[in-house]
C-alpha cells in the first residue's frame, strides 16, 4: 500500500505561479512512476504529467507544456509539480498517482492515488 497527500493548492491569479507537493509513504517509492492528474466537476480525470522512476522520462499534456515542471525527490519520497503562467482553465482538484508500471497517461494505470488538492486560478 502507497499512501499520498498531496499539498501546496491555493488560489492564484492568472499568470501566477503554485507550487504542488506530494508526499509518499509506505512501500519503497523509488519503485513506482508518479503522475500528476487534475479534475473539474462534470469532467473526467485528466492527464497532466507523470515522470518515471529515477525522474529520467517525463510527459506532460500539451496544454501545461512549457508551463508545469514535474519532479521527484527519492531520498524524501516526494513529487512536485511546479506551475508557472497559471490560467483560469487550470482551475480543478489535482491528485498524484502512483503507477506499479512505468510512467503513463492512462489514469487507470494507477495503482495508488491521493485525496487532491484544489487550485483556483482567478481571472
Known amino acids: 500500500q502507497v499512501r499520498l497527500v498531496e499539498s501546496g493548492g491555493g488560489l492564484v491569479q492568472a499568470g501566477g505561479s503554485l507550487s504542488l507537493s506530494c508526499a509518499a509513504s509506505?512501500?519503497?517509492?523509488?519503485?513506482?512512476?508518479m503522475g500528476w492528474f487534475r479534475q473539474t466537476p462534470g469532467k473526467e480525470r485528466e492527464f497532466v504529467t507523470a515522470?518515471?522512476?529515477?525522474?529520467?522520462?517525463?510527459y506532460y499534456a500539451d496544454s501545461v507544456k512549457g508551463r508545469f515542471t514535474i519532479s521527484r525527490d527519492n531520498a524524501k519520497n516526494t513529487v512536485s509539480l511546479q506551475m508557472n503562467s497559471l490560467k483560469p482553465e487550470d482551475t480543478a482538484v489535482y491528485y498524484c498517482?502512483?503507477?506499479?508500471?512505468?510512467?503513463?497517461?492512462?489514469?487507470?494505470?494507477?495503482?495508488?492515488w491521493g485525496q487532491g488538492t484544489q487550485v483556483t486560478v482567478s481571472s
Open positions: 515522470i518515471s522512476r529515477l525522474g529520467v522520462t517525463k
Open positions: 498517482a502512483a503507477a506499479g508500471t512505468g510512467p503513463t497517461t492512462n489514469a487507470n494505470m494507477y495503482d495508488y
Open positions: 509506505g512501500r519503497t517509492f523509488s519503485n513506482y512512476a
